[in-house]
């Protein structure tokens, strides 16, 4: 038996949901006629779902959604936006609100107590939250790093959004920001490329961090690329340190160079992600780089990415040029363009999507 | 365990020239098409309206508890399910002898596509001219924005006003 709030100003919906989910599901069912009056219980009693209108007076159910996605205490109830607005993108606008599902009036009700169901197993099937610094990375660029590290993330903040930070340190223009739909401003480019760490602490730090409205926090790198001497290993180190104080999972977006700042980053890390694809140029790279990285090979997961039907070399035989074992395949999603154009990570948007369940997996495979 | 949670209230998009407003009209008496058609009345309460502007049609910028169209400013609204849309003697059994052609509509800020039903021989300024009422309903339809052609709008019916209508085209009737 789960607890459910359902927030909704029509009050023959409220009685048939209590009917339906309570007699025929044997729920627990709270409710709420009111937007604020909603949010006030489920801040003070948290539920296992909520169930919420969008279009009510004062305040709207995309709002209700962002401010429990915004507290600690509410950031991981499972969330179901249940809207008279059907369109394509008020399903976006929901999803983007941090809503793990979706439905439109009028309801079905048998329909709904699946949906309800399905949320409710999915949210206890979910991985525990991992604790650490992941860093994904590539010798070669081009094979996937950005997106797979913005949809870990995104996977990660589904339970526990607080704690989760997504650092892109890639002095050329890195993407992270824009996979987010966010603007980088302000990026790392004053306190890691000036190489000043002096005066920084973990109040300065917080000023540099985007907030996304998932709950993930983003230290995004400059639009313009840095030139010159590269980002400041001490500058690097200063920033995790402190990062690594008030965040229990940092994932890091890691540059397609070992200088000594990455260095320092892929050994504080508490594992590794190489990315590649089954190509040639991207395994001989692998290859390469697993022997460049070999001091850290049990910390090492390789991750074979993009990967389209048809003749392509397979996992195993892939395993055994790595002389390494391939810890997950991820098939190429299609549905990661639409995802980058809208700037809503698949893992947010999509949660079936196989790119959101391959971001899943990889949460597993770190745990492991 | 089928059953669906209907009421006495319709909800609707209801665009303007420059804005979409989500909210609900009253049915219990006259069915929306009736109530848009009505040459009694130039004006269509709308209950708990949401509005949005169309370049952001997913933004709610503002909400109020009830609000009243000039129905001659409506440019069309989008209704989920077809039979809502449509006039009670347009519905049970009338596709009798009627078929339905494919056409193309442009209103102000969006282009129109979906089907219409006809009978008899067609005549595109029969539709457009005769008859009281102000709306004609397209079936299947999608309102896409000619600016922002990213953005689009579907429903089992679009109550387009025929007083915006810009260029009307149909495709070639099929076999």
Same mark, same amino acid.
């Given at each position: 038996?789960?607890?459910?709030?359902?927030?909704?100003?029509?009050?023959?919906?409220?009685?048939?949901?209590?009917?339906?989910?309570?007699?025929?599901?044997?729920?627990?069912?709270?409710?709420?006629?009111?937007?604020?009056?909603?949010?006030?219980?489920?801040?003070?009693? #948290?539920?296992?779902?909520?169930?919420?209108?969008?279009?009510?007076?004062?305040?709207?159910? &995309?709002?209700?959604?962002?401010?429990?996605?915004?507290?600690?205490?509410?950031?991981?109830?499972?969330?179901?936006?249940?809207?008279?607005?059907?369109?394509?993108?008020?399903?976006?606008?929901?999803?983007?609100?941090?809503?793990?599902? &979706?439905?439109?009036?009028?309801? *079905?009700?048998?329909?709904?107590? %699946?949906?309800?169901?399905?949320?409710?197993?999915?949210?206890?099937?979910?991985?525990?939250?991992?604790?650490?610094? @992941?860093?994904?990375?590539?010798?070669?660029?081009?094979?996937?790093?950005?997106?797979?590290?913005?949809?870990?993330?995104?996977?990660?903040?589904?339970?526990?959004? %607080?704690?989760?930070?997504?650092?892109?340190?890639? #002095?050329?223009?890195?993407?992270?920001?824009?996979?987010?739909?966010?603007?980088?401003?302000?990026?790392? !480019?004053?306190? *890691?490329?000036?190489?000043?760490?002096?005066?920084?602490?973990?109040?300065? *730090?917080?000023? &540099?961090?985007?907030?996304?409205?998932?709950?993930?926090?983003?230290?995004?790198?400059? @639009?313009? #690329?840095?030139?010159?001497?590269?980002?400041?290993?001490?500058?690097?180190?200063?920033? @995790?340190?402190?990062?690594?104080?008030?965040?229990?999972?940092?994932?890091?977006?890691?540059? !397609?160079?070992?200088?000594?700042?990455?260095?320092?980053?892929?050994?504080?890390?508490?594992?590794?992600?190489?990315?590649?694809?089954?190509?040639?140029?991207?395994?001989?790279?692998?290859?390469?780089?697993?022997?460049?990285?070999?001091?850290?090979?049990?910390?090492?997961?390789?991750?074979?990415?993009?990967?389209?039907?048809?003749?392509?070399?397979?996992? %195993?035989?892939?395993?055994?040029?790595?002389?390494?074992?391939?810890?997950?395949?991820?098939? @190429?999603? #299609?549905?990661?363009?639409?995802?980058?154009?809208?700037?809503?990570?698949?893992?947010?948007?999509?949660?079936?999507?196989?790119?959101?369940?391959?971001?899943?997996?990889?949460?597993?495979?770190?745990?492991? | 365990?089928?059953?669906?949670?209907?009421?006495?209230?319709?909800?609707?998009?209801?665009?303007?020239?420059?804005?979409?407003?989500?909210?609900?009209?009253?049915?219990?008496?006259?069915?929306?098409?009736?109530?848009?058609?009505?040459?009694?009345?130039?004006?269509?309460?709308?209950?708990?309206?949401?509005?949005?502007?169309?370049?952001?049609?997913?933004?709610?910028?503002?909400?109020?508890?009830?609000?009243?169209?000039?129905?001659?400013?409506?440019?069309?609204?989008?209704?989920?399910?077809?039979?809502?849309?449509?006039?009670?003697?347009?519905?049970?059994?009338?596709?009798?002898?009627?078929?339905?052609?494919?056409?193309?509509?442009?209103?102000?800020?969006?282009?129109?596509?979906?089907?219409?039903?006809?009978?008899?021989?067609?005549?595109?300024?029969?539709?457009?001219?005769?008859?009281?009422?102000?709306?004609?309903?397209?079936?299947?339809?999608?309102?896409?924005?000619?600016?922002?052609?990213?953005?689009?709008?579907?429903?089992?019916?679009?109550?387009?006003?025929?007083?915006?209508?810009?260029?009307?085209?149909?495709?070639?009737?099929?076999?």
């Amino acid at each position: 038996m789960a607890k459910i709030l359902v927030i909704d100003d029509e009050a023959d919906l409220l009685e048939m949901m209590r009917l339906v989910l309570q007699q025929r599901g044997g729920h627990q069912v709270v409710l709420s006629a009111e937007g604020h009056d909603g949010l006030a219980k489920a801040m003070s009693s #948290p539920p296992d779902l909520a169930i919420i209108d969008v279009m009510m007076p004062g305040i709207t159910g &995309y709002e209700i959604c962002r401010q429990l996605r915004a507290n600690p205490d509410t950031a991981s109830i499972s969330i179901m936006i249940l809207t008279a607005r059907a369109q394509p993108m008020d399903r976006d606008a929901a999803i983007a609100a941090g809503a793990d599902d &979706y439905m439109t009036k009028p309801v *079905i009700m048998a329909e709904l107590l %699946e949906r309800v169901n399905a949320l409710l197993e999915r949210r206890t099937e979910q991985p525990p939250g991992l604790s650490g610094t @992941f860093a994904l990375m590539s010798l070669r660029g081009g094979v996937g790093v950005t997106t797979l590290a913005v949809n870990l993330a995104a996977a990660l903040t589904q339970t526990r959004a %607080e704690t989760v930070c997504l650092v892109d340190l890639c #002095p050329s223009s890195g993407h992270v920001a824009l996979h987010l739909g966010l603007r980088p401003e302000p990026n790392w !480019s004053a306190i *890691i490329g000036t190489g000043d760490a002096s005066a920084l602490d973990a109040e300065s *730090i917080a000023t &540099y961090l985007l907030q996304h409205s998932s709950g993930l926090r983003v230290l995004a790198s400059p @639009f313009v #690329p840095l030139a010159g001497q590269g980002v400041s290993q001490k500058a690097v180190m200063a920033v @995790f340190n402190i990062l690594q104080q008030q965040f229990s999972t940092i994932v890091v977006d890691a540059p !397609s160079t070992l200088d000594g700042a990455t260095m320092a980053v892929l050994e504080a890390a508490s594992a590794l992600g190489m990315v590649l694809t089954a190509e040639p140029p991207s395994l001989q790279t692998a290859i390469g780089t697993l022997r460049a990285l070999s001091q850290w090979s049990p910390k090492l997961h390789a991750i074979v990415n993009q990967v389209t039907p048809g003749p392509q070399l397979p996992a %195993e035989a892939i395993a055994r040029a790595l002389k390494h074992p391939v810890a997950a395949t991820i098939a @190429f999603d #299609p549905s990661q363009a639409r995802a980058l154009a809208q700037g809503t990570p698949l893992a947010l948007g999509s949660s079936d999507s196989p790119l959101a369940q391959a971001a899943r997996s990889l949460v597993q495979a770190f745990g492991r | 365990m089928r059953e669906k949670l209907s009421s006495a209230w319709l909800v609707g998009d209801f665009f303007t020239y420059r804005h979409r407003l989500s909210g609900r009209v009253d049915v219990r008496y006259n069915k929306l098409a009736a109530q848009l058609n009505d040459p009694t009345s130039s004006f269509l309460e709308l209950e708990d309206a949401y509005v949005s502007n169309v370049e952001h049609p997913a933004d709610i910028v503002a909400s109020y508890t009830s609000a009243i169209f000039r129905k001659d400013n409506i440019t069309a609204v989008v209704i989920a399910n077809q039979e809502d849309g449509l006039l009670r003697e347009q519905t049970y059994g009338s596709y009798f002898g009627t078929y339905l052609r494919e056409l193309f509509i442009t209103v102000p800020s969006f282009e129109i596509t979906g089907y219409i039903r006809l009978s008899g021989k067609m005549d595109l300024r029969t539709v457009l001219t005769t008859g009281t009422d102000a709306f004609i309903p397209v079936l299947d339809g999608e309102m896409r924005s000619s600016i922002r052609p990213e953005v689009f709008f579907t429903g089992g019916a679009i109550l387009v006003n025929k007083n915006q209508i810009g260029v009307f085209c149909l495709e070639a009737e099929k076999e």
